[in-house]
């Protein structure tokens, strides 16, 4: 096996992404533009997606590091207009699409117009939430949208599975798809909470991080491949698992947290970077084939197709935004009222991925009876140019529309006092258990010592407060900003100390790695109170 070709692709992805942290444009869009120009480069391996690959490799350990970061109270809390997305939307436009593709590109059947409808419905978890991120939307749109893009995948699976039996001649009916879309959702889901409290049990009593990590680098990859089996949907499966697990991360121990957080940003930023890289390398392979529907007529099936499904999106948004909340008196009272600012922007993120393209390779070459399957080429070039175009369109064109909105901006004297609040509360408590600990003569401890602990606690306590204050007129640090800096400045000191007895053969490597890493926690830490 030739690796060399995964290998720069891994280098080639991570140092464009790197790149893009020092531009305006998001790092999926710059992926993309370098992979469609890198794909026409002489020598340059042949990247096609395979299907077999994506869905049961990539897609699970994507989805899992998106919803263990999710907010699951959040999530439930607007669980309503989730479901309306990351559900009724996507069946709206597999409909809507399809029926609009079947209209538009001559020859393309009903069925397969259908499949390709499936197909793009899906907007993408990482584009969604990476675009996310790097604008700062309000943190109700951005719940919203990082649910439906983490639930989306299995009504859009789905949805093409039905489609698919149909178009290969294996007779459908609309009683079957309503069942099979009913074990997906309920099976992925019963799968999910299955599994979700053993793994956690688990996690909680494995006492070495190495191989509590190591066991979460497998959750993702083991809840989807389980419900797979059971052919229920992997990708609920594997939301529920780590929606769970991130609530109740508090419980495992504080190494493994810490490891856990530095893999897994690892593993999403190589993911990412090379999904979105893989995009734009499809080229040559789409462009394959497409006979008649070559030239000018396949750029007009190509942008009337992604303007239906861009104005499909807002056809659906702005009356699930509005209409329930008219229609109910129990919506209006619990909800928050949406705004056409929120709808607008909500409409416009709706940017397709990978998973599309994905789908789109895993359509067989032929139907039953052996005859080819009818138009795949238009229907991946099809889903080819809706994702590049709506990453490019919405993705570049997202960030200035939502500064044109004008959004409020978030209070950060507001969260700041609620920090504040809630660590003097915690602090309290502490300071509570210490004093009746340190009254037990099991607990004793010389008076330096205990002072040092209660030096801790109120050190902490003070150090959001201090955040509030006045700043330093020469530097404009807070005091906490000054105590922090000069905290890592002491600690470079010893470390370049450490390191100099080590050279000068005082201590060996293997003291001098404890000794590091007694500092590196230390300044993480410091780091941590600086965020």
């Given at each position: 096996?030739?690796?060399?070709p ?10 464009v992404a ?5 531009t305006?444009?998001?790092?999926p869009?710059?992926?993309?533009a ?8 002489p020598?340059?391996p ?17 989805l ?9 109270l ?12 990351s559900v009724?939307?996507v ?12 209209e538009i590109?001559?020859?393309?059947p009903?069925t ?10 899906p ?15 309000p943190?109700?749109?951005?719940t919203?949208l990082q649910?439906e ?8 699976i ?22 099979e ?23 909680t ?18 809840a ?8 229920a ?18 419980e ?11 893999v ?15 995009i ?26 992604f ?7 807002f056809?659906?948004?702005?009356p699930a ?5 008219m ?5 209006r009272e ?10 607008m922007?909500?409409?416009w993120?709706?940017?397709?991925g990978v ?22 080429n ?6 080819f140019?809706t ?12 960030p ?20 504040a609040?809630?660590?003097?509360q915690a602090s309290?408590?502490a300071?509570?258990r210490l ?7 099991r ?8 002072d ?17 204050g ?5 530097t404009?640090e807070t005091?906490?900003?000054t105590y922090?800096?000069?905290?890592r ?11 100099r007895?080590r ?13 590091l890493r007694r ?13």
């Open positions: 096996m030739d690796v060399m995964l290998l720069l692709l891994v280098a080639g992805s991570a140092v790197a790149a893009a942290r020092r305006p444009v998001p790092a869009l710059l992926l993309v370098v992979g469609l120009v890198v794909s026409y480069v020598g340059v042949d990247y096609t997606l395979d299907p077999e690959v994506v869905l049961p490799l990539l897609l699970p350990p994507l899992y590091t998106s919803a263990i970061d999710s907010s699951y959040d999530l439930r809390a607007q669980v309503r207009p989730v479901a309306l997305l009724g939307y069946l709206f436009a597999t409909f809507v699409v399809g029926w609009a593709a079947y590109v001559p020859g393309l009903l397969a117009a259908l499949v390709l409808g499936a197909v793009v419905a907007p993408d978890a990482v584009a969604a939430t990476a675009v996310a991120r790097r604008v700062g939307l943190s109700r749109i951005t919203i649910g893009s983490l639930l989306n995948d299995a009504t859009a789905t949805a093409y599975k039905v489609a698919l039996a149909a178009a290969v001649g294996e007779g459908a009916t609309w009683a079957g798809g309503i069942g879309f009913l074990l997906a959702a309920v099976g992925g889901v019963g799968v999910g909470l299955l599994m979700m409290v053993p793994i956690h049990w688990l996690r009593h494995l006492k070495e991080a190495l191989l509590q990590n190591t066991l979460s680098l497998l959750i993702p990859f083991v989807y491949a389980v419900a797979e089996q059971v052919h949907s992997g990708v609920l499966a594997v939301v529920v698992v780590a929606l769970y697990l991130g609530h109740r991360a508090w495992v121990d504080f190494a493994t947290r810490l490891q856990e957080e530095a897994w940003k690892m593993v999403a930023f190589v993911l990412e970077s090379a999904v979105f890289a893989l734009g390398l499809q080229l040559p392979v789409v462009l394959k084939g497409l006979g008649e529907y070559e030239g000018i007529d396949a750029a007009w099936y190509a942008i009337a197709v303007a239906v499904v861009v104005a499909t999106r056809v659906w948004v702005f935004a509005f209409l329930p909340r229609l109910s008196r129990r919506i619990r909800e928050e009222n949406p705004t056409w600012k929120g709808a922007t909500t409409g993120a709706g940017m397709r998973v599309s393209l994905a789908i789109a390779f895993s359509i067989p070459l032929t139907v039953h009876g052996g005859d080819p399957f009818p138009q795949r238009i229907i991946l070039f099809l889903t140019t994702v590049i175009g709506t990453l490019v369109v919405q993705g570049l064109s997202l200035p529309i939502i500064r044109l909105l004008n959004f409020p901006g978030r209070d950060a004297q507001a969260e700041t006092l609620a920090e609040n809630a660590q003097a309290r408590v300071e509570k004093e009746a600990l340190l009254e037990d003569e607990n004793a401890l010389p008076p330096p010592l205990a040092r602990l209660r030096e801790v606690l109120e050190r902490r306590r003070n150090a959001v407060w201090e955040r509030l006045a700043t330093n007129p020469v404009g005091v906490d900003d922090r800096r000069l905290s400045e002491m600690i470079s000191a010893e470390r370049s100390m450490f390191v007895l050279d000068g053969r005082y201590i060996d490597d293997e003291m001098l790695r404890t000794l500092l590196d926690l230390e300044e993480a830490a410091a780091y941590r109170e600086a965020a």
